[in-house]
């Protein structure tokens, strides 16, 4: 089946600095990749959909100038949290689909905590 | 913009006692997704939905599409203890938008 990698699973980053977190298809091109945002107990908050080729479109009330997308490649898309501080501590994580595959395949999570 | 609502928010069952979980959106779906994450993983794709009136089975979980294509159920027989985590529903055309996901616990 279809299979999505993100790294880092877990991150820990002092305030002030930058994160990048990478998500990508493995075994299939994914033209179109999503970001989610997890508070704890929580449902999957959609933050922005990547798309391979040009800008990111991002829902409202996310900073775009804060959280970074590029998707540079079919198979690559990366999120980077700027200049981070604690209330961006989240789970963020990423979603595919592949072509030929139902639904969407989602990478394993990223746990980021800003001290 | 596209709503999707999900109820309850919790259910905490005795094991071998079913369990239901309904969506609502607020607009017509062109399909509806359900997603099981269990504690401290990530969401898991477990069915999609895209006729109206559709109904699809996988052993004990039974999914439903409403006639009008905006809402939906899981329903669970005989709940096990492996059934625990939260189910998510989700719709969209250009993109997924979840609901707020139904926590299952269950009592052994």
């Known amino acids: 089946g279809a299979v999505v990698s993100q790294h880092p699973s877990r991150v820990i980053c002092k305030s002030g600095t930058s994160v990048k977190i990478e998500c990508r298809s493995l075994d299939f091109q994914a033209t179109t990749m999503f970001w989610y945002r997890q508070f704890p107990k929580k449902s999957l908050m959609l933050m922005a959909t990547s798309n391979e080729g040009s800008k990111a479109t991002y829902e409202q009330g996310v900073e775009k100038d804060k959280f970074l997308i590029n998707h540079a490649s079919l198979t690559l898309s990366t999120l980077t949290v700027t200049s981070a501080h604690p209330e961006d501590s989240s789970f963020y994580i990423c979603?595919?689909?592949?072509?030929?595959?139902?639904?969407?395949?989602f990478g394993s999570g990223t746990r980021l905590t800003v001290v | 913009g596209q709503q999707v609502m999900q109820i309850p928010q919790y259910q905490h069952v005795q094991e071998g006692e079913d369990f239901t979980t309904y969506c609502n959106s607020s607009?017509?779906?062109?399909?509806i997704q359900w997603y099981k994450q269990r504690p401290g993983g990530h969401p898991v794709f477990l069915i999609q939905?895209?006729?109206?009136?559709e109904v699809k089975k996988q052993k004990r979980l039974t999914f439903q599409f409403g006639e009008a294509k905006k809402n939906s159920s899981l329903h669970i027989t005989a709940t096990q203890t492996t059934d625990v985590g939260t189910y998510f529903c989700g719709g969209g055309a250009q993109k997924l938008v979840f609901g707020q996901g139904t926590r299952l616990t269950i009592n052994p």
């Open positions: 939905l895209v006729k109206s009136g």
């Open positions: 607009t017509t779906l062109s399909n």
């Open positions: 979603s595919a689909s592949g072509q030929g595959y139902y639904g969407y395949t």
